[in-house]
């Protein structure tokens, strides 16, 4: 079964083709970090607009790639939150005139199943169960996962993210848009050991994430040595000593909770999706730690590592078998939990 993926969540236009027999088939993208970067974040209605602009010449585009026309494809997968409310409608709308069209299904997916699938697009893929640890830019969460759309939460974010906090205190160290990148190369710089910042819930006994605290402990360490407090006048080698600890600090962290997660569900393999997934610290440190545990360590390729379309298309794909065409009448999900998700009958 082939089956399109569209994914208009926030600040890019993903698309994709997936086969359940061949495997990703063609996928594209169009970031919009260019357009947003001169407002220090991402604009909902420029995103929109974007959006619009963007999807229709990239569906062509994918299925010019993959060799298939709109009456080859099985079903169209698009997300239907978490995310930006116009950016959603953009993709649920598109896909469920198509779908209207071809008188196939249009499956609403949730977009952090989606990262936490992404993995499976890899080789090698991981076999379930596993642990997996979802890190992107509004969430840092543990899930023990059995199948598809079976999901058991281990821990959640209490406030700010991974993703959150490394965008934050960058942009409090006046690094560009999009800080979390940016912030990650200027940690290259940095002498180890020469600031401390703390681990926020390390020792909390749970597997929760808490990372506000080290926002706030980056801006008074940084307002206590700037010239008149302005953080981005700090010497460029003290912002590079601080990026890497604030690295430190959130790798610390997650690494260790992920880790404790793989022991409390009695599990081998690590999962890791997610944006902030992309990061080379965290991957080696959580290598390192649990290739001593005696465990395996999974990533999506570090193209579908932020969001994209072919993982749309892969979880759409697995849970269309019992699908069928339906009234498109369609809703987006600008908040939605993961954990409310139903197992598919595929997977049952």
């Known amino acids: 079964m082939k089956v399109l993926g569209i994914e ?37 209605e420029l995103a929109s607009r974007d959006h619009i602009r963007r999807v229709v010449p990239l569906i062509e585009k994918v299925l010019h790639e993959a060799g298939l026309t709109l009456g080859d494809l099985d079903g169209i997968a698009y997300t239907q939150g978490p995310g930006l409310a116009g950016a959603l409608l953009v993709g649920a709308s ?9 008188r196939i299904p249009a499956l609403p997916v949730h977009h952090l199943e989606g990262h936490l699938l992404s993995p ?9 169960p596993f642990v997996a640890l979802l ?3 509004g969430h840092s969460q543990l899930f023990d996962v059995t199948g598809v759309g079976r999901y058991r939460l281990l821990g959640d974010t209490q406030d700010d993210a991974a993703g959150e906090a490394f965008d934050k205190t960058a942009k409090l160290l006046g690094l560009p848009y999009p800080g979390g990148p940016a912030l990650a190369r200027l ?16 020792a909390s006994g749970n597997l929760d994430f808490s990372f506000s605290g080290l926002k706030t402990a980056v801006l008074t360490l940084a307002r206590k040595e700037a010239a008149g407090g302005a953080t981005e006048s700090l010497p460029f080698a003290r912002k590079a000593d601080l990026a890497l600890e ?25 999962v890791v999706a997610g944006g902030v ?27 579908f590592c932020t ?9 759409g794909a697995l849970r269309l078998a019992g699908a069928q065409a339906g009234d498109y009448v369609f809703e987006v999900r600008p908040r939605w939990e993961l954990t409310s998700l139903t197992t598919p009958a595929a997977a049952a």
Do not use: W
């Open 8 to 44: 208009t969540s926030c600040d890019e236009t993903g698309v994709a083709v997936y086969d359940t027999v061949a495997g990703l088939l063609a996928h594209a993208l169009h970031t919009q970090v260019a357009m947003h970067r001169d407002y220090g974040g991402v604009v909902p």
């Open 94 to 102: 598109v896909a469920s005139a198509l779908g209207y069209a071809l």
């Open 120 to 128: 499976l697009l890899a080789t090698p893929r991981p076999d379930f």
């Open 135 to 137: 890190v992107s830019g």
């Open 187 to 202: 940690a290259e710089q940095g002498t180890p050991g020469a600031a401390r910042l703390p681990r926020p819930m390390l």
């Open 246 to 270: 604030i690295q430190s600090a959130i790798v610390d962290v997650l690494a260790a909770k992920a880790i404790a997660a793989l022991a409390q569900a009695g599990r081998k393999r690590l």
């Open 277 to 303: 997934g992309a990061n080379l610290a965290l991957r080696e440190r959580l290598r390192a730690g649990v290739t001593a545990e005696g465990g395996e360590v999974f990533y999506p390729d570090l193209a």
């Open 307 to 315: 969001d994209n379309g072919a993982m749309i298309a892969l979880a």
